[in-house]
């Protein structure tokens, strides 16, 4: 069983920067995929960026050259580097895990507000 937990949320003003991390118990280094979701209100969850056992990674087209994910296999931990913030950025962020062909494992997700 893995277990994923995020935090580096908070409340930013437009333009800054704030980089999450997800904290895994399990070996996530053989998993497919790793990657981070998000929902604002009213909205559905979509995906914002993955990055693959391979270290391929992609990008939603709305965060494409501001946010970066990254992965710390040592330390079993991804991140996701976020700068130039706006707010439509601001959601709750879900770090998630994908072993196989689904994502399986979700984090608790934590808030990040942009503000204007």
């Known amino acids: 069983q893995v277990q994923l937990v995020e935090s580096g949320g908070g409340l930013v003003q437009a333009g800054g920067s704030l980089r999450l991390s997800c904290a895994a118990s399990?070996?996530?280094?053989?998993?497919?995929?790793m990657g981070w979701y998000r929902q604002a209100p009213g909205k559905q969850r979509e995906l914002v960026a993955t990055?693959?056992?391979?270290?391929?990674?992609s990008y939603a087209v709305s965060v494409t050259g501001r946010f970066t994910i990254s992965r710390d296999n040592a330390n079993n931990t991804v991140y996701l580097q976020m700068n130039s913030l706006k707010p439509e950025d601001t959601a709750v962020y879900y770090c998630?895990?994908?072993?196989?062909?689904?994502?399986?494992?979700w984090g608790q997700g934590t808030q990040v507000t942009v503000s204007s």
């Open positions: 998630a895990a994908l072993p196989y062909r689904s994502w399986d494992y």
């Open positions: 990055l693959t056992k391979g270290y391929t990674t």
């Open positions: 399990g070996r996530i280094f053989s998993f497919n995929a």
